[in-house]
């Protein structure tokens, strides 16, 4: 339960900064495999630096096909383009 409250913390906190979409919201948008292939090129591309760090619960979801948006889960529930409550992680 605690992740979930952290999940909309920090919905909050990047809406109060007008910030449309948080880094979540953002990811599960875009589509967490599209993230995680991202992620990987940077890993690959530079592997001394220290703040590209694929999260594993990225590659989780990916695995659980998890996407996003386009799977109607992620890091959110979706209906379509409607983003829902966040997920219990």
């Known amino acids: 339960m605690a992740h979930v409250m952290h999940t909309q913390i ?9 910030h449309r979409m948080g880094p979540l919201h953002l990811a599960d948008y875009v ?3 599209t993230c995680l292939f991202i992620m990987e090129g940077w890993v690959k ?5 220290r703040a590209f760090v694929v999260p594993e619960i990225l590659r989780e979801k990916v695995k659980k096909n998890e996407l996003g948006r386009k799977t ?14 966040p997920i219990e992680l």
């Open 10 to 18: 920090l919905y909050h906190v990047c809406e109060y900064y007008l």
């Open 31 to 33: 589509g967490l495999d």
């Open 45 to 49: 591309d530079f592997p001394d630096e």
């Open 72 to 85: 109607g889960k992620g890091f959110y529930n979706w209906d379509g383009d409607k983003r829902g409550d």
